[in-house]
C-alpha cells in the first residue's frame, strides 16, 4: 500500500471514530444531556428565601428558593424530596427573571435594573449586580429540598 492511500484510511479511520463516539458529560448526570446540572456553591438565608449560589460550567447563577414553612407538601407517590447541599450537583429546572419580563410579547426587562430593588418572593426585595445579572427561579426546588422522579438522583 503506499503511503497517500494509509494516510487517507488512518484520516477516514479517525473521522469516523469521532463521528461515532457519545459525549460523555463531566458531571456523570443521570438525567438526559438537556437537564443541565448546577454546582453548589453556597447557600444564604436572606428573609423569607434561599438564595442558592451555583455554577453552570464557568456561568454564576443566582437561584431564589421560597422557604417553606414546617408542613412539608405532599408529593406524589412517584417522587421523592431531596436536601440539596453546597459542592454537589442538581439538575435543576429554572426560569430567569430578565428573561420573562415579557409585555405584549416584549421583553421589557429596564435597563437600570442594578438599581431596582425586585420582590423575589416571602416579602424580600433584592437587588442584582455584575456578578449575577438575572434571578433564577426552580420549579423543582421546595425550600431546600429537590423534588423528582424516583430513580434521579443527585450527583
Not at 105 to 116: A, C, E, H, S, T
Not at 136 to 145: A, C, T
Amino acid at each position: 500500500m503506499n503511503v497517500k492511500l494509509k494516510t487517507l484510511l488512518i484520516l477516514f479511520m479517525t473521522i469516523i471514530s469521532f463521528a461515532c463516539s457519545k459525549t460523555v458529560r463531566s458531571h456523570h448526570s443521570p438525567y438526559d444531556d438537556t437537564t443541565p446540572c448546577y454546582q453548589i456553591s453556597n447557600i444564604d438565608s436572606i428573609g423569607g428565601v434561599y438564595v442558592i449560589y451555583a455554577f453552570l460550567g464557568e456561568k454564576k447563577i443566582k437561584i431564589i428558593s421560597q422557604k417553606t414553612g414546617p408542613i412539608v407538601k405532599p408529593l406524589p407517590l412517584d417522587n421523592i424530596r431531596t436536601k440539596i447541599h453546597v459542592g454537589k450537583c442538581y439538575n435543576l429546572i429554572l426560569s430567569s427573571l430578565r428573561e420573562n419580563y415579557i409585555v405584549n410579547g416584549k421583553n421589557v426587562f429596564p435597563l437600570n435594573y442594578m438599581d431596582i430593588e425586585f420582590n423575589v418572593g416571602g416579602g424580600t426585595s433584592m437587588k442584582m449586580d455584575e456578578a449575577y445579572n438575572d434571578f433564577y427561579f426552580p420549579s423543582n426546588l421546595d425550600g431546600l429540598y429537590l423534588i423528582e422522579s424516583k430513580g434521579k438522583k443527585d450527583i
